[in-house]
Nanobody, 122 residues
Framework: VQLQAFGGGLVQTGGSLRLSCAASLSPFSSYTMAWFRQAPGKEREFAAAIRWSGETTIYANSVMGRFTISRDNPKNTVYLQMNSLGAEDTAVYYC????????????????WGPGTQVTVSS
């Protein structure tokens, strides 16, 4: 199983980025997908999750209203649209997958990708 995140980079405060995560899960449509992030010197934290159908999502308070998680099951891909980015969003972003639990946490996610760096500069 492989999860590979794309789309990280350097963006100015107030800007936007869209992360993508391609997953070699089968069937992808059965998995809950999530994004986590880890800022320098901090523990990895939950950001957003989406259930198999895409109809149910959940967000951390810190990103609610600014980030949107979505998925394209035929493409085995999950996305994280990030708007109104601030310095506090600077982190390595990881996508994760799981079957049994909702929402996913650091402890119960089954599969993890290697992460992609997002840096927000002023």
């Amino acid at each position: 199983v492989q999860l590979q995140a794309f789309g990280g980079g350097l963006v100015q405060t107030g800007g936007s980025l869209r992360l993508s995560c391609a997953a070699s899960l089968s069937p992808f449509s059965s998995y809950t997908m999530a994004w986590f992030r880890q800022a320098p010197g901090k523990e990895r934290e939950f950001a957003a999750a989406i259930r198999w159908s895409g109809e149910t999502t959940i967000y951390a308070n810190s990103v609610m209203g600014r980030f949107t998680i979505s998925r394209d099951n035929p493409k085995n891909t999950v996305y994280l649209q990030m708007n109104s980015l601030g310095a506090e969003d600077t982190a390595v972003y990881y996508c994760a997958a799981g079957l049994k639990y909702w929402p996913l946490t650091n402890a119960n996610a089954r599969y993890w990708g290697p992460g992609t760096q997002v840096t927000v500069s002023s």
